[in-house]
Nanobody, 126 residues
């Protein structure tokens, strides 16, 4: 059974940092892209960042560019999201996901992903 488990969320003051981790079990995803999404209160879920299968290509939403960094570790079957200079508008439930397709690219829409974690809450206070 495939499982994605996020960790590292919490409460942080504006300007602070957090590192989210997502560990996958049940199978390896070394040939698939992985991504981070978030859903803020009252809003649709949106892509935050995505990384292709070997980490050589990444995507960031404009709202987080320059502040967040996505990385992955094949040996640990994990993906990470380093979040710096956090803002109150970053408050959301953050989800990791694994892409449906194999290939060289990252993916930025929900429909491109087939496995999802349960989410971890990030709250940024002003």
């Amino acid at each position: 059974q495939v499982q994605l488990v996020e960790s590292g969320g919490g409460l942080v003051q504006a300007g602070g940092s957090l590192r989210l981790s997502c560990s996958a079990s049940g199978r390896t995803f070394n040939s698939q892209a992985m991504g981070w999404f978030r859903r803020a209160p009252g809003k649709e879920r949106e892509v935050v960042a995505s990384i292709n299968w070997n980490g050589g290509s990444t995507y960031y939403a404009d709202s987080v560019k320059g502040r967040f960094s996505i990385s992955r570790d094949h040996a640990k079957n994990a993906v990470y999201l380093d979040m710096n200079s956090l803002k109150p508008e970053d408050t959301a439930v953050y989800y990791c996901a694994v892409s449906r397709d194999y290939g060289r690219s990252y993916f930025i829409t929900e429909n491109d992903y087939s496995y999802w974690g349960q989410g971890t809450q990030v709250t940024v206070s002003s």
